[in-house]
T-cell receptor, first 118, second 116 residues
Framework: GAVVSQHPSRVICKSGTSVKIECRSL??????MFWYRQFPKKSLMLMAT?????????EQGVEKDKFLINHASLTLSTLTVTSAHPEDSSFYIC??????????????FGNGTRLTVT | AQTVTQSQPEMSVQEAETVTLSCTYD???????LFWYKQPPSRQMILVIR??????QNATENRFSVNFQKAAKSFSLKISDSQLGDAAMYFC?????????????FGPGTSLSVIP
C-alpha cells in the first residue's frame, strides 16, 4: 500500500532556531500534500496544502513566514518551522493522496513529528 | 463552511461487544466523501472506512460498518466484536469534491476505551 514517510519522528530544538520536517511519498507520486498540527488530545488542524512546483496554500491564521513549506518534487514536501518558540511545540503530521478526481482516494499519513522547543 | 461534529468525547465498550460512535456534519454540498480514521497511541492515522455520498449503500469493512443518513447528515461508525486493539481516538472526516484542494475536515474525535 501507499506509504508516507515523515522524518524526524522527534526533535528538540532551542528557542529561536529553525527546524525542518520532511514528508516523502515512498511508492507513489503526490502532487498535493497536506500539513496538519495536532495538540494533545485534540483533532488535526490543517495548516497548509502543499502543491508541487507552486506556492503552498495556507489556512487562515497560519503564519506562512513562520511555517515555510516547500514541495520541490512529486515525492517530497518539507515544513520548516522558523525561529521556533515554545508555543510551536506540537505534533505535526503530513499526509498525501494517491489520486485525485471523483474516485477519491483517502489520505495516507506520515507517522508524525513531535516538536519540542525549549 | 463545512463542519464535523462528534458529540461523544469519550466512549467505552466491553471486549467482544458492539459500540457505535456518532458523527454529524454540516454542508450545503451534495458531492462529498466521509471517512472514519483511527489514531492509536502510536499517533499513526489509519483509515478505517469511507463512504461516498452518492452511494446509498452503507460501507462495511469486516467488523466496521457505517450508518450513513444523508438527509440527516449523520455518519455513525459501528464496531462489532470489539477488540483490545480497537482502543484509539476515532476521527470522523469530511472532504468536498467541489474544492480544488480536496481539503479534509476532521471532527474533534472520540476516545474509545475497550474494557477486557
Amino acid at each position: 500500500g501507499a506509504v508516507v514517510s515523515q522524518h524526524p519522528s522527534r526533535v528538540i530544538c532551542k528557542s529561536g532556531t529553525s527546524v525542518k520536517i520532511e514528508c516523502r511519498s515512498l511508492d507513489f507520486q503526490a502532487t498535493t500534500m497536506f500539513w496538519y498540527r495536532q495538540f494533545p488530545k485534540k483533532s488535526l488542524m490543517l495548516m497548509a496544502t502543499s502543491n508541487e512546483g507552486s506556492k503552498a496554500t495556507y489556512e487562515q491564521g497560519v503564519e506562512k513566514d513562520k511555517f515555510l513549506i516547500n514541495h520541490a518534487s512529486l515525492t517530497l514536501s518539507t515544513l520548516t518551522v522558523t525561529s521556533a518558540h515554545p508555543e510551536d511545540s506540537s505534533f505535526y503530521i503530513c499526509s498525501a493522496r494517491t489520486g485525485t478526481g471523483r474516485f477519491h482516494s483517502p489520505l495516507h499519513f506520515g507517522n508524525g513529528t513531535r516538536l519540542t522547543v525549549t | 463552511a463545512q463542519t464535523v461534529t462528534q458529540s461523544q468525547p469519550e466512549m467505552s465498550v466491553q471486549e467482544a461487544e458492539t459500540v457505535t460512535l456518532s458523527c454529524t456534519y454540516d454542508t450545503s454540498e451534495s458531492d462529498y466523501y466521509l471517512f472514519w480514521y483511527k489514531q492509536p497511541p502510536s499517533r499513526q492515522m489509519i483509515l478505517v472506512i469511507r463512504q461516498e455520498a452518492y452511494k446509498q449503500q452503507n460501507a462495511t469493512e469486516n467488523r466496521f460498518s457505517v450508518n450513513f443518513q444523508k438527509a440527516a447528515k449523520s455518519f455513525s461508525l459501528k464496531i462489532s466484536d470489539s477488540q483490545l486493539g480497537d482502543a484509539a481516538m476515532y476521527f470522523c472526516a469530511y472532504v468536498s469534491m467541489k474544492t480544488s484542494y480536496d481539503k479534509v475536515i476532521f471532527g474533534p474525535g472520540t476516545s474509545l476505551s475497550v474494557i477486557p
